[in-house]
């Protein structure tokens, strides 16, 4: 059971909008803005999409966006390309004894 | 550009150790926080431990605690995690990552090492 709670898929047509949560406590989600969120082909190693809850690296395309509402971190995913089809993956800090914990993944299906 | 490639893929035996390598170029080993995460087949991600350079320890995750270590060769620039008393549950992809840009967050990744442990 992963320390974060992430519902197992989500769909959406192309050019829609796609929006995943990722749930955990105070201790993690609630606690700190160091809500991370990556995504996964099958295949490859996993990519960061947004860090610091709703900043995207260089190179990410801005329909990648984050936010953070109490203990519940989102991930939203505009205009949905079928390149955007994979596996989503959040994670967060959670103190320096178990510092960082990972969501079970959210499989996304560009119908 | 930094670059993170592990070591091939193994297989084991239960009650065995496996030790996977992580060779980095394009920076040194000394510039970077390495972690290990892990991927079981059909599972998520698993962060096992990694580097914490606010106060120069390894941290292990408490699960793995007294079965893994992580060590370092600077002189190569190569990350070791050793995974010892290996259970079948333990079969796995194992990868090295790290935060290159101090943005508390794992933006490179090794390309994976798969460990099979099986009678």
């Known amino acids: 059971q992963s320390a974060l709670t992430q519902p197992p898929s989500a769909s959406g047509s192309p050019g829609q909008s796609v929006t995943i949560s990722c749930t955990g406590t105070?201790?993690?989600?609630?606690?700190?803005?160091?809500v991370s969120w990556y995504q996964e082909h099958p295949g490859k190693a996993p990519k960061l999409m947004i860090y610091?809850?709703?900043k995207r690296p260089s190179g990410v395309p801005d329909r990648f966006s984050g936010s953070k509402s109490g203990n519940t971190a989102s991930l939203t995913v505009s205009g949905l390309q079928a390149e955007d089809e994979a596996d989503y993956y959040c994670?967060?800090?959670?103190?320096?004894?178990?510092?960082?914990?990972f969501g079970g993944g959210t499989k996304v299906t560009v119908l | 550009q930094v670059q993170l490639v592990q070591s091939g893929a193994e297989v084991k035996k239960p009650g065995a150790s496996v030790k996977v390598s992580c060779k980095v170029s394009?920076?040194?080993?000394?510039?970077?926080?390495m972690h290990w995460v892990r991927q079981a087949p059909g599972k998520g991600l698993e962060w096992m431990g990694g580097?914490?350079?606010?106060?120069?320890?390894?941290i292990y995750a408490q699960k793995f605690q007294g079965r893994v270590t992580m060590t370092e060769d600077t002189s190569t620039d190569t990350a070791y995690m050793e995974l010892s008393s290996l259970r079948s549950e333990d079969t796995a992809l194992y990868y090295c990552?790290?935060?290159?840009?101090?943005?508390?967050?794992?933006?490179?990744w090794g390309q994976g090492t798969m460990v099979t442990v099986s009678s």
């Open positions: 105070s201790s993690d989600v609630g606690g700190y803005n160091y």
């Open positions: 394009g920076y040194t080993l000394t510039e970077l926080s």
């Open positions: 994670s967060s800090y959670a103190g320096s004894n178990n510092p960082w914990v």
């Open positions: 610091e809850v709703s």
């Open positions: 580097f914490d350079p606010e106060d120069g320890e390894t």
């Open positions: 990552a790290t935060d290159m840009t101090m943005i508390d967050a794992f933006d490179i």
